[in-house]
């Protein structure tokens, strides 16, 4: 987290640590209870990811990228799926016979994510935006995460205001419930 540069710099490395933690999951032995870790560390990253997201990157691209509202809208469809399916694997246990379903289903829908964001929002936004613009968008996006929520809540706003008043606060519980449970990842 916090990897400095312009907005798309900035998600790119954290697509790149979620890929990584993706990679790890595949390698561990069916079962192996260290996949719990990681998947607990992958939910963290795209949980500060999503809301990241969420907060400044969906609303400029609605404002600046032509016909930015329904791209949007498509990438917010997207982070709901995905936060249904963390949701679902809270708490579970490797041994549970849907666990490696969920986690296949989740790697899934995330790369599909990554390459439709990376393929085509990206470029767009790059070609509509001027790089100062993209560097002070890094740096909110930096601050977003720092404050973001550490575990999925599928019913919580996802557009501003309301995602932007009350991520901080959920936030903040989250990483208490993750000392007090000794959650990893967090």
Do not use: W
Request: charged share 30%.
């Amino acid at each position: 987290m916090g990897h400095d540069g312009d907005v798309i710099a900035e998600l790119t490395s954290d697509h790149r640590e979620v890929e990584g933690l993706f990679e790890r999951i595949r390698a561990a032995r069916p079962g192996d209870p260290e996949v719990r870790n990681l998947v607990d560390e992958a939910t963290v990253e795209l949980v500060r990811h999503s809301v990241a997201e969420e907060e400044y990157l969906y609303p400029t691209v609605r404002e600046h990228v032509e016909n930015g509202g329904p791209l949007a809208d498509k990438e917010l469809a997207d982070h709901k799926r995905v936060e249904r399916i963390l949701k679902d694997l809270e708490g579970m246990q490797p041994s549970d016979p849907s666990f490696g379903r969920l986690v296949e289903q989740l790697m899934s829908e995330v790369t599909t994510h990554v390459q439709d964001e990376e393929g085509r929002l990206f470029p767009m936004l790059r070609a509509a935006c001027p790089q100062e613009f993209l560097m002070r968008l890094g740096d909110r996006v930096r601050q977003a995460k720092k404050l973001a929520p550490t575990r999925p809540h599928p019913s919580a706003p996802h557009t501003p205001p309301a995602n932007k008043l009350l991520a901080p606060g959920v936030g903040l519980v989250d990483r208490a419930r993750d000392l007090l449970t000794r959650r990893h990842g967090s």
